[in-house]
């Protein structure tokens, strides 16, 4: 039997206001959970709240930079 699945597009996801919600409230959690265990890997859910907020993630901008340098050489 053949599938005919859609490609799942990750970067559009992460993109959607689902996304965003995920990675704001997963980093939500990662924070709390590093308070209650007074660690500071707790402070690395700072990095997926702040990108959820601000729309724009570091891995998807260096994916492309790596795309734009590959395709001139």
């Known amino acids: ?3 005919n699945m859609k ?3 990750f970067e559009k996801f992460s993109y959607s206001p689902v996304g965003r919600g ?3 409230g997963m980093g ?3 924070f709390i959970v590093g308070i ?3 660690s500071w890997w707790g402070l690395l859910g700072i990095f997926p709240v702040l990108s ?3 729309n724009s993630c570091p891995l998807f901008i260096m994916k492309r930079y ?3 340098t590959s395709r001139s050489k």
Request: hydrophobic share 50%; net charge positive.
């Open 36 to 38: 209650i265990y007074q």
């Open 52 to 54: 959820g907020i601000m």
């Open 22 to 24: 995920l990675r704001i």
């Open 1 to 3: 039997m053949k599938y």
């Open 28 to 30: 939500i959690a990662v």
């Open 7 to 9: 490609k799942f597009d």
């Open 66 to 68: 790596q795309k734009l």
